[in-house]
């Protein structure tokens, strides 16, 4: 299977299925919610809501020590991971994302 074949295949974590972002270390602009959902992430300027700029993706607080922005993502139904994707844009003085992981829950 090639790198981009998996995005033709049925996705296991949409919410319709049952798929939910159950915790992120990082709320701080962006509602966590946002990494599920289908389609690419958008941005419009100048649009605030209670935590300040709205944002389309999960949008986390500038870190000024080491460390990672972690979620758990909890599959809707079971299946065989075979890739991941990301609703990540790169706004104006923003790093890109840089290393997407995941681990397996043992159950």
């Known amino acids: 299977m090639s790198t981009t074949e998996f995005t033709l295949l049925p996705d296991l974590a949409l919410r319709t299925l049952g798929g939910a972002v159950i915790w992120a270390n990082d709320e701080a602009f ?46 809707g139904v079971p299946g065989v ?5 990301g609703r990540h844009r790169v706004v104006q003085g923003q790093l890109p994302a840089r290393d997407l992981r995941w681990k397996q829950s043992p159950s």
């Open 81 to 85: 991971v075979r890739g991941r994707r």
């Open 30 to 75: 962006a509602e966590r919610e946002a990494l599920i959902r289908p389609g690419k992430a958008g941005y419009q300027p100048a649009t605030f809501g209670h935590k300040g700029q709205v944002y389309d993706g999960w949008e986390t607080r500038r870190r000024r020590v080491a460390g990672h922005d972690e979620a758990i993502v909890r599959l």
